[in-house]
T-cell receptor, first 114, second 114 residues
Framework: DSGVTQTPKHLITATGQRVTLRCSPR?????VYWYQQSLDQGLQFLIQ???????AKGNILERFSAQQFPDLHSELNLSSLELGDSALYFC?????????????FGSGTRLTVV | DQQVKQNSPSLSVQEGRISILNCDYT??????FLWYKKYPAEGPTFLIS?????DKNEDGRFTVFLNKSAKHLSLHIVPSQPGDSAVYFC?????????????FGKGTRLSVIA
């Protein structure tokens, strides 16, 4: 158990639908990062939150949004889902300076859009 | 534009021999590099890191070499063991830029054959 909890582990939904992925960071970590891993792709950075505020944005589609709550858990909302959104979505958390400590990843949510 | 490149999608090595995984980067401002290992159905886990002030960092069977002039790093695993079979991701960051997201390569799948 890495200390980062992601739910659900698997999700199957239809095109056009909306889903919410949840992440609880490791105790004490203030930063939460969301990454997408599609087939044959590396880990693509989506968005980062630090202590409730958006800190950095990557290649996140406008149909996707995220937030970090006061208890530091984070949710990634994916709407108007398309087949190409099928991927593994990872959440990671880190202490204050990511580079010094690296990330701790959750085990991911596998999203299948049919 | 892929800033971190792992040009070998896969690698097979005999047990007991050396595994060498390569990574190239394009942004000369990167000054901190990490390797992550990922088993199926799990999130990536931190393996080893190196800052740009060093050219080598060793941790047990794992050694990372950094060649800044060539913008190249490599991970050596000696001796390779069947349990090392996993996907290895190279990542890069900016050490003194606060909470900046790690940039990952696409990964190399290592198979260690008994």
């Amino acid at each position: 158990d890495s200390g980062v909890t992601q739910t659900p582990k698997h999700l199957i939904t239809a095109t056009g639908q909306r889903v919410t992925l949840r992440c609880s960071p490791r105790s004490g970590d203030l930063s939460v990062y969301w990454y997408q891993q599609s087939l044959d792709q590396g880990l693509q950075f989506l968005i980062q939150y630090y202590n409730g505020e958006e800190r950095a944005k990557g290649n996140i589609l406008e149909r996707f949004s995220a937030q970090q709550f006061p208890d530091l858990h984070s949710e990634l909302n994916l709407s108007s889902l398309e087949l190409g959104d099928s991927a593994l979505y990872f959440c990671a958390s880190s202490a204050r300076t990511a580079a010094n400590y690296g990330y701790t990843f959750g085990s991911g949510t596998r999203l299948t859009v049919v | 534009d892929q800033q971190v490149k792992q040009n070998s999608p896969s690698l097979s090595v005999q047990e007991g021999r050396i595994s060498i995984l390569n990574c190239d980067y394009t942004n000369s401002m990167f000054d901190y590099f990490l390797w992550y290992k990922k088993y199926p159905a799990e999130g990536p886990t931190f393996l080893i890191s190196i800052s740009s002030i060093k050219d080598k960092n060793e941790d047990g069977r794992f050694t990372v070499f950094l060649n800044k002039s060539a913008k190249h790093l490599s991970l050596h695993i000696v001796p390779s063991q069947p349990g090392d079979s996993a996907v290895y991701f190279c990542a890069a960051s900016f050490l003194n830029s606060g909470n900046t997201p790690l940039v990952f390569g696409k990964g190399t799948r290592l198979s260690v054959i008994a």
